[in-house]
């Protein structure tokens, strides 16, 4: 299996904001209360479900304009550079993306990573919701290849769970700079409903 790169091109020349010592991480907890410890890659039994149900629903496997409109309507109303509907396939894989265009002064992303890399692995595990408005607060977080290779600050995901119980991927928000404490709960919940969006769109749309 080969990946494609994480990154089309580097031109962020963002210095990622100071730790927040006062602020403890938050524990990671998988969706039973076992606390987690990283990184983290899918359980085969898990990812083998997930490709099966994702095969027989016919999702897109992808880019695809519908969930790239979520995606851009998402990080638009949480006012994030960029915007993921991410499944996880072989690869992450962004079936909808928001990003700054080329020659913005930001990077320019492809619509797959690895699926050790990034912060949704934790959410696809824990099957619940991430928000990170700094993650450099955390060694466990700040510690992760998008933070070199992006230059990302916050991040803010929530799981795409099926009515099966089966967990497709995450919804998620990343951004260069750190949001207010006062931000984070409104963040959160902003991106909690686009992933309610996205399951909405799914269950109509996509079925067994």
Not at 21 to 28: D, G, M, R
Not at 34 to 54: M, Y
Not at 147 to 162: E, N
């Amino acid at each position: 299996m080969t990946h494609q790169p994480l990154l089309l091109s580097q031109n962020n020349a963002h210095t990622p904001s100071p730790l927040t010592p006062s602020e403890p991480p938050p524990q990671l907890l998988a969706a039973d209360g076992t606390p987690l410890a990283g990184p983290l890659v899918p359980d085969p039994a898990e990812q083998a479900e997930r490709l099966d149900l994702i095969r027989r629903l016919g999702l897109p496997t992808s880019a695809n304009p519908d969930f790239d409109a979520i995606a851009t309507d998402m990080a638009q109303a949480a006012a994030f550079l960029y915007g993921f509907i991410n499944l996880f396939l072989e690869d992450q894989t962004f079936i909808g993306l928001h990003q700054p265009p080329v020659g913005s002064g930001h990077v320019v992303i492809s619509r797959t990573m690895r699926l050790d890399h990034g912060w949704c692995p934790e959410v696809v595990a824990r099957k619940r919701p991430l928000p990170l408005r700094n993650v450099h607060a955390s060694p466990r977080f700040s510690g992760n290849p998008v933070v070199d290779a992006v230059g990302i600050t916050s991040y803010f995901g929530v799981p795409l769970i099926h009515p099966s119980g089966v967990t497709l991927g995450t919804a998620c928000v990343t951004d260069p700079d750190e949001r207010p404490l006062n931000q984070a709960v409104v963040i959160r919940d902003k991106v909690v409903a686009y992933g309610q969006r996205v399951m909405d769109h799914i269950t109509r749309n996509y079925r067994l």
